[in-house]
């Protein structure tokens, strides 16, 4: 028996081993059966991606991912002086207002309150005309552009460009691919139009509209600036003389403002759940998995489609828009004051508001896909803030579709208003070709209520300030 000194015992070792590998295989298989069964992964799934669609079936993400995240470094001198301009109400004709009233740092710079639209200006008795979108994970915004290439763009105005993209046909938007003819619809800018292409140029913006800050004139402004407390930074920062010149400090002060949301973390925090899940440093529930495939799935919400959910290829995590405009048909919300006059729409990028593209009806009604990251701590939703929870908004996806009934009013005639909220002209614009949007009346809707029930769990994972449990 010398002959073979591992010969028997090696033997029985192997038999043993593989009989161990056969019961463990078939628990495995038991177990695996029934959390594939609970996580909502289907056999194709499996079948792609037998490893990722195991670890995603424990809850973990398939592909644990390395994040280049934004250099977290202490707030320049200017950055810091644009933190107090920001919280400033003295700033504006009211003297109680500053951009935290609306954009409030404790509510991801989005309102505190559940209104549609705030009140603002002198007297503070100005209703807006939009709701106020979040201010956090704007860093990576794109300058607007329109056309089939964006390297074609340079030298070219943004109407010419638009010529040319005229005659391109668009492909449907699809969870799992990048879409083909990205390129051919509207993207980047800042507001709901994409008016303002910098945060520098946009916060000028609010600090003289009429219906926000109402600052009234640049003299005035400067002359606040030169009276407060930061009159000695500013001098310091921007040269001796910068007060002899009021449109020069209004410029400074809005870079200022706008380095602030450049440099300060807490714009762009990344510290939800499905960050650290991304990373592998966080477990989803089964009902988080199960959100995040009906997310993605294009025969289900398809929602990734338009905001994305996709490290980029250079490992930036995903901001949940694709930056791109769509005209989604949400319900005129009569609760906004200028809705009472029945001749007044909002289309977007044509205007009012946005005035460049007025003549551009292809693109009348449509609005900025805005990033879902911390949409759950919101109160309002779309543009209009027409919906009041991501039930309501989920529900408009499901239905809007194949029962408009149940979500448009009739009209005098009692017929169903389709996309009410938009000039019949230009109704053909709304989006009917992307899932889930594109089946027939009395068709099943894509999602049943529990994709739904999922899809809203999932979209708590984005919210910032998520901490280990352990
Ligand atoms: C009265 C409320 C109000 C105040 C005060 C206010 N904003 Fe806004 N903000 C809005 C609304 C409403 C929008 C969307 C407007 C639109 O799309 O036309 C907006 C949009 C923005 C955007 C674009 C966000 C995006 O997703 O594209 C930025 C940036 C911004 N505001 C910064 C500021 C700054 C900086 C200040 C202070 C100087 C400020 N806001 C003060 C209501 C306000
Ligand atoms: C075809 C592109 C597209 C698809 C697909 C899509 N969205 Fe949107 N989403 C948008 C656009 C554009 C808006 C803004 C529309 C408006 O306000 O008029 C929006 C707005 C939202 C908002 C409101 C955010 C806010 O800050 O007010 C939520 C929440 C949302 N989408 C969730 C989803 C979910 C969940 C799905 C999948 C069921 C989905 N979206 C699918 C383009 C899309």
Redesign the pocket.
Known sequence: MSHFPFGAPRRNRVVALMAGAVLLGAAALAWAASSFAASGITLAELGHDPLGSMRLARGAYPHPVHLQFPPAQPLSAVASIGQVLFNDPALSGSGRQSCASCHDPAHAF?PANDLAVQIGGRSMDRAGLR?V??LAYLYRQPPFSIGPENAEQEGVSLVQSISRAGHATRAT?R?DSSAAGRNLVPQGGLF?DGRADTLQQQAGGPLFNPLEMDAGSADRVAHVIESGGNAAMFRALFGPSVFENAQQVVAEAMFAIARYQIESPAFHAFNSKFDAWMQGHATFTRQEVRGYL??NDPR????????LDRPTADGLPPLF??T???????PRNPEIPANRDPAYHDL?ICGPTRTDLRNMTQYC????????RN?AT?K????????RS?AQ??RF??LRDVDPARIYPRGPDGRVEIADDLPAAVRANV?H?????GRHPGEPP??SERD?RD??AF?HTLNDGWHSPH
């Open positions: 989005a709701a979108p979040s938007k969870a709901w009906a997310f289900r919400g398809n929602c990734a489609a338009c905001h828009t694709d791109q405009y769509e005209a989604l048909g949400v977007g009604g449509m609005f900025l896909t805005p990033s879902l949409v919101r309002r939703f779309f543009h209009n803030g027409q919906a991501l908004v989920l996806y499901n989006d070709v992307d899932p889930p949007f894509p999602m739904m899809i809203i979209l």
